[in-house]
């Protein structure tokens, strides 16, 4: 049954599965980066211009304005940038560029597309920027991209001067409006002194139309020289380079993006996957586990040596498969046992070599057999730095005889496994030993390994304790098709092995006999 724990995120495994798409995800991400670098290139390029327009404080300080509540209000950047989008200013700035540049393609071009963005409510060729304080006073930036260095220099003035006329007319609307007040306050004065009823009555009255008519001519004035809030700030400077297209950029980015987001399918995918986190997870499939083993730091990609079979957490887990294997055995004697896995660095040597060492500290004598033609990662195990000579047996076979105490390497150097060849040399020596351990390639990925396990006598499977479930489901079901005995599973890098053990016996070798020790895991 499936555990209840929560599942975190496994970077074991997903890092074997980054290393298996390496290569497709590089080799797709160049390909699109590739295709984007050409189609950018062959896009017409598209230059950029920008004029500038400057916000100032609000409030003129005239006493006219101010006596008849004529202000221009302050302009938020929304509202600017929605009167940038009207279609007053848009269809000023259409005529203004018709008439300042003159008339080629690449301008009917401008236009058309102009007019269609108006029509569609986008604005992908005229952009504005604001950078204005909390008075709503600074800088705009409007920006215009077009075909050519002259038509982006003459987009972005036209429509900052249709934008500066916009806003002279909003200010303008309010003077005329004082205007129309005065008017009226003057020619009610008037027909008010037409009927006062004394001299001194038509004196006050003709005091106060003389005022109005005074701020009147003031306001008249000002309906000549306003400008509102905005002014122009700086004109649009002819680009000398286009901003568009960038085809190594572009290439950079959908490069990191197809990298990125193949990455993240990957991690998804692999999550989604069936895995095993433990020995619960491997029951249903009808076999028992013969024990778990924890990670041992720093093992993967370590060349050389047994040192990490003698750890004590290791080397007592290891003492609960070698009981699991001899329980599964029942006293069968002269057994040939293959040890595999279903795909690669599961951790099978690892096993095979522990399993061996462990069995020879119990008396058993063991023939450990480098049967995995490609790696021969038994070899490195036992012999690096021992400089032992081997005995040289008939065909490719050659044979080490106490590597360790207890313990006689045979290895071929045949570039393949002969399933009956193997066979025939194993049981040839078998005699002598008490059992033999055939450290085989992955079942899925050599299929003689199965083949030499139907003639031997058994077979341990060894899978990581992150491995995907199908390739095992898959493997127990060839197993049993070709008559294979499986004696079990080993739950290699089981990371709650680690962390609930407290202590181990002793490395004890033949012949000495064990003795608790505390060990610290």
Known sequence: MPTDQPKDLDLTALL????????????????????????SGSRPAVYEGSASVAALPTGSGNSVIVQTLVTAPPLPPAVVERALRSPAVWQAALTDLRRTVPESPARRELLGSLRAEASAGEGRSVTLTAQVNQDFAGVYEIAVRAPTPELAQGGADAFARALLEWDRQRALGGIVRARQNLVTERDDLTARIAAAPTALDERTLERLRGDVVQRLQQVEVLEQTV???????????????????????????????????????????????????????????????LGSLPPLPGRRGTRGGLGWARQGVFREQLEFVRVGVLAELAGRERAALVVSSAGVADGKSTLTAGLAL??????LRVLLVDA?????????????????????????FRLWAEVA???????????RLDPAVFEAEIRRLLPAYDLALIDTPPALKIADTLALARRLDGMILVTDASA???????????????????????????RDVASGAGYAYAYASPGRAERPAEVTP
């Open 227 to 289: 400008s509102g809030t905005l002014s122009a700030l700086a004109g649009a400077v002819r680009p000398q380079n286009p901003v568009a297209p960038r085809p190594l950029r572009d290439a950079l980015l959908v490069f990191g993006a197809t990298l990125f987001f193949g990455v993240l399918g990957l991690s998804l995918l692999d999550s989604l996957r069936p895995r095993v986190r433990g020995p619960e997870d491997l029951r249903g499939l009808g076999l028992p586990v």
């Open 16 to 39: 074997r599965v980054l290393r298996r798409a390496a290569l497709p995800l590089i080799a797709t991400a160049l390909l699109l980066a590739g295709l984007t670098y050409l189609l």
């Open 358 to 363: 462990s069995l020879s500290g119990h008396g």
């Open 372 to 396: 995995d033609v490609f790696r021969h990662t038994q070899e490195t195990h036992w012999l690096t730095g021992s400089g032992a000579a081997p005995q040289d047996l008939a065909g490719d």
């Open 468 to 494: 995907p479930r199908a390739p095992l489901e898959r493997l127990v079901e060839d197993a049993g098709r070709l008559g294979v005995r499986l004696l079990g599973f080993v739950v290699n890098r089981h």
């Open 405 to 415: 105490p207890g313990v006689s390497l045979l290895s071929s150097r045949a570039t």
